[in-house]
C-alpha cells in the first residue's frame, strides 16, 4: 500500500505563498511513483471535498478553476514527492489540502483520474492552510 505524508501547511496573511509537499513511500525500498497520478484536493469546514490540482503519470495537469493563475501542481520522481505551489493566497483557500494518489487501470497507461475524488484510492491525511 501507498503511503501519502503531506507537509507545508500553516498561516498566512491574504496574498501570501505557501508551498505544500506530499511524500509517497510503499512497501519496499525500491518503491517510486513514476507510474502514480497525483492529485489535491481540500475541505473547508461545513463544506464538501474538492479537487484543486491533479497530474497525471505523464506530467499533464488539471486545475480547478479558483486554482487556474494561482497553483502549480508538480511532481518529483526522483525524491517521491507531489508539490503544490500556491500563490496569491485568499480567505477563501482555507481548508485542509490533502494528497491523492492511485494507479492507471489496467491495461491504461494513464490515469485520467482529474479531480474525480472517488478515482483515487490512496489518500493523506492533510495538512491545514489558513488564510487571514
Known amino acids: ?10 498561516s498566512v496573511q491574504a ?6 509537499s ?24 461545513g463544506k464538501e471535498r474538492e479537487g484543486v490540482a491533479a497530474i497525471d503519470n505523464d506530467g ?3 486545475y480547478a478553476d479558483s486554482a487556474k493563475g494561482r497553483f502549480t501542481i508538480s511532481r518529483d520522481n526522483a525524491k517521491n514527492t507531489l ?4 500563490n ?6 482555507t481548508a485542509v489540502y490533502y494528497c491523492a494518489a492511485d494507479l492507471p487501470p489496467p491495461g491504461a497507461s494513464g490515469c485520467y483520474s482529474g479531480l474525480r475524488d472517488t478515482a483515487y484510492g490512496y489518500w493523506g491525511r ?7
Open 83 to 86: 508539490y503544490l505551489q500556491l
Open 22 to 45: 506530499c511524500v509517497a513511500s510503499g512497501p519496499v525500498n525500491s518503491f517510486a511513483i513514476n507510474a502514480y497520478c497525483f492529485g489535491w484536493f481540500r475541505q473547508a469546514p
Open 1 to 10: 500500500h501507498v503511503q501519502l505524508v503531506e507537509s507545508g501547511g500553516g
Open 60 to 62: 499533464s495537469t488539471t
Open 88 to 93: 496569491s493566497l485568499k480567505t477563501e483557500d
Open 126 to 132: 492533510g495538512t491545514q492552510v489558513t488564510v487571514s
Open 15 to 20: 496574498g501570501g505563498s505557501l508551498r505544500l
